[in-house]
């Protein structure tokens, strides 16, 4: 296997000293040199340099992306147009748009470089309910059309595909959903004017691009219901703040209650001339006292056992029940008035005039200010105007004090969310790395597993019993030297095309391939129920698949075969590698029978092992080829030829 470079992005603040410019001479020199380098080497280091030039744009793309995603404070707009903009150029895509699902229509939000008479249209109806969005919804799942002249021609009642195709000239296209918790919140299309269906890599890029889409939504959300609830505290916090000019008396208490009530009892009786005060909390059934003032023990005791609720018998009792200022010039001469509290706990003659003025707030009752004379002496229309005041102003801090715990409870709460979002953006964002770095460097099985365990305990070593498949090109070195590095390419892309999609068919892991050697594995990490039996059928389609090559390859003057190997056994599986880049590897004496054994193949046969053939006689048709003397096997090995599979 042929590893890249490893390239370093790292500068140094040590400035060295500026080489001198190389002379004519020495640049003639150099370029000799290149020419003369073999044409493949230039090849190659022509491949690493675009890889690595791809792999740089990508990660910035996905910084940028990240960077907006972390700062962007609700700006969708700006995010979504971003991600477009790199999906559809790093994918070399003509245009791009990206959508919102909403309903059961698609809200174009992002366009990039769309064909002029596509953006009116869309400016002018911009939700859709046709096309391959459609089938998006329908499916919930990527939607690649490597031609769309077919997917037209095939779908002739799809008269909006016809027009779509002749407005924009779209031959090859592909949409991924964008999904939260299995439900469908969007999705990114990006378009070819050429017939060119996308890469794997390419797939996977903007499939991480609509992950990030669907991060910055539920973020955005988030933040909206933060700033939701923060306004709504903002503007309780400016009424207060309002009132409180007009509680000039009462501010230096702040949110002190008691000390409030205090203050408001204190210039009730001053101001007013009273002898006594009671204020009163009402908890819907009885009054409850909360400040008195100047009022003997024995009352304040009577009244404690006695709570006074809304009724006729007293005057705060009436203030409860009609929720008006109640004002008695003299106690005596009011037979409804019987609360005992109100001539000191039944001594008469202790008050005469009682003034009570609730507590509202809107409509509901706080309490009441109680208020007396121990003579009979009215109380004027400004006192009572005056207490009435002091009602509002007792209103008020009873509601502050309310506010304030509100407050400070929700603070606490957005402090929480805060921190919650906080975390909840790191841990996303560190997913999407861990996502793409997987899939970058295990197989999809294993990488697909992981993730969706949320654990990388798969990748620790670990022994189990699997089915090991090794197959290779007969000849492949050979035309390899004397064919142009195109050729080989082009080859090999076939070649990988078209067991690529077989293994993914049978579930088999991908353990390795290096040029026309391939490794697979059945049993691990996805547990196979007949292995050995996954393996062999596998195998059997390989051979029908390459075979229509091999014809195809001898009629281009190419004498190249194909080989199969197949053994069953225990293996150590895990991680080899370092920080960077790792393969995840199956090592044990089933991986090197399977490589000899596939050496020994002639082209077109499938040896297996003896173990493999005792869990699939039963289904396919063998031929013994006698035994091998297998390199690193200390014993002959019986092989046998799979002719075909048994026809129920």
Known sequence: MKRRSKVSGASTKTRRPRAAKPSRSKVRKAALRFQSTPSGERAEVARLSRELNEERKQRTATSEVLRLLSGSHGDLNRLFDTILTNA?????????????????????????????????????????????????????????????????????????????????????????????DGELIGAIVIYRREVRSFEDREIELIQDFA?????????????????QRTDDLSGALERQTATSKVLDVISRSAFDLNAVLKTVAESSVRLCGADRAFIFSFDGEKLQALVSL????????????????PGRDSAAGRAVLERRVIHIPDVLADPELTYASLSGGGKAGDVRTVLAVPILKDNDLLGVILIFHVEVRPFTENEI??????????????????????????????????????????????????MGRLRRFLPPQVADLIVASGSEKQLESHRREITALFCDLRGFTGFSESADPEDVMALLRDYHAA???????????????????????????????????????????????????????????????????????????????????????????????????????????????????????????????????????????AAYNVVAANVS
């Open 88 to 180: 559809t150029n790093l994918c070399q895509a003509n245009f791009g748009t990206l959508s919102l699902y909403e309903g059961d229509v698609f809200r174009i939000v992002a366009m990039h470089n769309v064909p002029r008479g596509l953006a009116e249209l869309r400016r002018r109806e911009p939700l859709v309910r046709a096309g391959p969005l459609l089938r998006i919804a329908e499916t919930k799942r990527l939607l690649h059309i490597a031609d769309y002249t077919e997917y037209v021609a095939t779908n002739p009642t799809d008269s909006d595909a016809a027009a779509f195709a002749k407005l924009t000239g779209v031959r090859t296209l592909i949409g991924v959903p964008m999904l939260k």
């Open 211 to 227: 992950a990030q889409a669907v991060i910055a939504i539920e973020n955005a959300r988030l933040l909206n219901e933060l700033r």
């Open 294 to 309: 100047n009022v003997p023990q024995v009352s304040q005791d009577f009244v404690s056992r006695n709570p006074i609720r």
């Open 385 to 434: 105007a005056l207490v009435e005041t002091f009602a509002d102003q007792a209103a008020i801090a009873i509601e502050n004090t309310r506010l304030l715990k509100e407050l400070r409870e929700r603070t606490e709460e957005v402090e929480k969310l805060n921190q919650h979002l906080e975390q909840r953006v790191t841990d996303q964002v560190g997913e999407i790395e861990r």
């Open 499 to 637: 067991i690529g999609n077989i293994i993914i068919k049978y579930s088999g892991t991908l353990e390795r391939y290096a040029g026309d050697g391939v490794m697979v594995v059945f049993n691990d990490p996805v547990p196979v129920e007949i292995p050995a039996l996954q393996a062999v059928l596998m195998a059997l389609e390989m051979r029908g698949a390459i075979g229509a090559l091999t014809d195809k390859w001898r009629r281009l003057g190419h004498d190249i075969g194909f080989g199969i190997g197949i053994a069953h056994g225990f293996a150590t599986l895990g991680t080899i590698g370092f920080e960077g880049r790792f393969d995840y590897a199956a090592i044990g004496t089933v991986s090197n029978v399977a490589s000899r054994l596939c050496d020994e193949a002639k082209p077109g046969q499938i040896l297996i092992s003896a173990r493999v053939l005792m869990a699939v006689e039963d289904t396919v048709k063998v031929e013994p080829v006698g035994e091998f003397e297998l390199k690193g096997i200390r014993r002959p090995l």
